[in-house]
């Protein structure tokens, strides 16, 4: 049974969050900051690294998914730090909207671009309390979408088996990255970067913190944990921990992903010993 979608809800709610990037982060409005967000707003990403002055960054909505209560987005944060360099930032941000505002928001922030300029990024442990699952009604094509991406990290990712990764991604399926092209295009790329990973972090598991999806695409925020015991792009072994955020977007066809773009926290990844890209 194909569940009837509340279009409505979906649509006024990624209005409502570009409104708040137009006025807030682009004009810098802040005094309007009440409009978006309830005065009881549960705030789990505090946003101290926008810098003392946040007139001096602007952000720039690259991708969205609105998902009934739940909008989750990638954005590109630009402008100057407070001693004057040049900063460009990839984040990805979760909000969930109640009676027309902001009353929950979740990040996943590039921390190892600001700590290069100085600026903490946040604790290295997210403490960020998890919303899994889909959260109100989906299509039937929504929910297969979900639980294809859902056993992606269970199988290939979690329980590292590679052989079962054909399941999920189409053989020509396409990977973007905003900082590196280590992980290049098609399924058997795919399946060598990760073996690599795989032999670095050997008790490389995930955790989907949060799921958002929309007609033909999925959203995930994910964290990624293991010890550095094996050696990998030049680093390790190490014995250090990993506990690593990421959010993924993904664009499902016939079935199989057949685009994923991605945010990461490439801090995490250099104080388990490894180098950034």
């Known amino acids: 049974m194909t569940t009837v979608m509340p279009i409505g809800q979906r649509t006024r709610n990624a209005e409502l969050v570009r409104d708040l990037y137009g006025t807030l982060y682009r004009e810098h409005r802040f005094e309007e ?12 990403a505090p946003i101290e690294w926008m810098m003392p002055d946040r007139r001096g960054l602007s952000a720039d909505i690259d991708h969205l998914v609105a998902d009934n209560d739940r909008v989750m ?15 460009r930032l990839h984040t990805a941000e979760l909000y969930r ?18 700590a290069a300029h100085g600026v903490d990024g946040g604790p290295e442990r997210s403490g960020q309390p998890a919303a899994p699952g889909l959260h109100g ?12 991406v859902l056993g992606a990290y269970r199988d290939v990712f979690s329980e590292h088996r590679l052989e079962l990764a054909e399941r999920y991604y189409h053989q020509d399926y396409r990977h973007h990255n905003v900082r590196t092209d280590a992980v290049p295009d098609g399924l058997d ?16 598991v995930t955790t989907v913190d949060h799921i958002v999806a929309a007609d033909d695409r999925v959203m995930v925020f994910v964290t990624w944990t293991g010890t550095l015991t094996g050696a990998w792009s030049g680093g390790g072994p190490s014995g250090l921990p990993l506990e690593m ?27 388990a010993g490894l180098p950034t890209p």
């Open 137 to 148: 009604p989906h299509s039937d094509t929504e929910r297969a979408n979900a639980e294809l």
């Open 245 to 271: 955020r990421t959010c993924d977007q993904f664009r499902i066809e016939r079935g199989k992903v057949a685009e994923h773009w991605e945010v990461v926290d490439y801090l995490a990844l250099g104080k």
């Open 73 to 87: 987005l990638f954005a590109t944060w630009t402008g100057r730090t407070p001693a004057g360099a040049e900063l």
């Open 189 to 204: 790329a795919f399946k060598a970067f990760f073996a690599d990973n795989i032999a670095a972090f050997p008790d490389l």
């Open 97 to 114: 909207l109640w009676d027309g505002r902001v009353a929950e928001h979740w990040n996943v922030v590039d921390r190892d671009v600001l």
């Open 33 to 44: 900051a009440g409009r978006f967000f309830h005065a009881y707003h549960v705030e789990h």
